[in-house]
């Protein structure tokens, strides 16, 4: 691993079900962010975590949770999804250090049906 | 409310330089951000700008005016692989960053 990794790369999803999107970084970055980018959109901030242990709420967090276990995982869970969470979301990363510039996941393609 | 607003799409030649500007209306101001999206990757950084002036990193280079809120984003001696969305993001006082919708740029031979 070398960075952030995403899983999975694209789904299709029927509505109403549950989904996790997988986020994983070996960069031991404290902080942690799940974005959200739609077309004509700027990113939008959906749920972030300072440090292990914390999480909050970013602009768009409604139908999400996020949970940080552990310095490395920052998984997204869709509880019951609806068609208008159809976007690529992007996992990222900062150290807070300086300009804190984030470091970004490949990206998960997520289509609700 | 908070917007940053940057062209939607911009078109220039192999060996040009294009020049990408960003404007921003946000509550406190604690830096812009330049990253570079190709289509269907993930956006990477190219620049930070948080003091008023020109920053340059080789063929690019990022202006900032604090008082106008206005950055641009200048790209000499473009190549084909410059084709990508730029976007612009600004770090309000609140450390959070207001991202723009991108500039797709588009390279022509």
């Known amino acids: 691993i070398a960075g952030i990794t995403q899983a999975p790369t694209s789904q299709i999803l029927a509505a109403g079900r549950r989904m996790t999107l997988r986020c994983t970084q070996d960069?031991?970055?404290?902080?942690m962010y799940w974005y959200r980018q739609d077309l004509g959109l700027g990113l939008r901030l959906i749920h972030y975590s300072n440090t292990a242990g914390t999480t909050g709420k970013g602009e768009v967090p409604d139908g999400y949770s996020v949970s940080r276990a552990n310095t490395d995982d920052f998984p997204l869970t869709l509880a019951s999804a609806v068609p208008s969470q159809t976007s690529v979301y992007f996992c990222?990363?900062?150290?807070?250090?300086?300009?804190?510039?984030?470091?970004f996941g490949a990206g998960s393609r997520l289509t609700v049906l | 409310g908070q917007n940053i607003d940057q062209p939607t799409e911009m078109t220039a030649t192999e060996g040009a330089i294009v020049q990408i500007n960003c404007t921003y209306q946000t509550s406190g101001f604690n830096g812009l951000f330049w990253y570079q999206q190709h289509a269907g990757e993930a956006p990477t950084f190219l620049s930070y700008n948080v003091l008023d002036g020109l920053e340059e990193k080789g063929r690019f280079s990022s202006f900032l005016s604090r008082s106008k809120g206005y950055s641009y984003l200048l790209l000499k001696e473009l190549q084909m692989k410059d084709s990508a969305s730029y976007l612009c993001?600004?770090?309000?006082?609140?450390?959070?960053?207001?991202w723009g919708a991108g500039t797709k740029l588009i390279i022509k031979p």
């Open positions: 990222a990363s900062s150290d807070r250090e300086g300009a804190n510039v984030l470091t």
């Open positions: 993001a600004v770090k309000d006082s609140n450390y959070q960053l207001i």
């Open positions: 960069m031991r970055h404290n902080a």
